[in-house]
């Protein structure tokens, strides 16, 4: 009933970029959060970065100045540009959108996770 839809990860140099997108489906789903998490072997899943309906964004510092999460609200999708990556970038990155189904109470799914490495 509700799908996330993730693309664009993929092997890039240091200081390249790469654009990823989340797209949700689903009928009667009701957006309040989009955003980005990864997690790299042996840590904890980290936030990256987030959206709220509002248009206000939120990022983990190791990210500032560098990605830079937008929406598209008529689309249902979230992207997250990134730029100058660095080696400890490298993560699998999931997309995160808590919203509601019909009239059940908001709750978190989950984008199916994309692979970015950055290696020279």
Do not use: H
């Amino acid at each position: 009933q509700v799908q996330l839809v993730e693309s664009g990860g993929g092997l890039v140099q240091p200081g390249g970029s790469l654009r990823l997108s989340c797209a949700a489906s689903g009928s009667s789903f009701r957006i309040y959060v989009m955003g980005w998490y990864r997690q790299a072997p042996g840590k904890q899943r980290e936030l990256v970065a987030a959206t709220l309906s509002g248009g206000s964004t939120n990022y983990a510092a190791s990210v500032k100045g560098r990605f830079t999460i937008s929406r598209d609200s008529a689309k249902n999708t979230v992207y997250l540009q990134m730029n100058s990556l660095k080696p400890e970038d490298t993560a699998v990155y999931y997309c995160n959108v808590r919203g509601a189904l019909g009239y059940a109470p908001p709750t978190d799914y989950w984008g199916q996770g994309t692979q970015v490495t950055v290696s020279s």
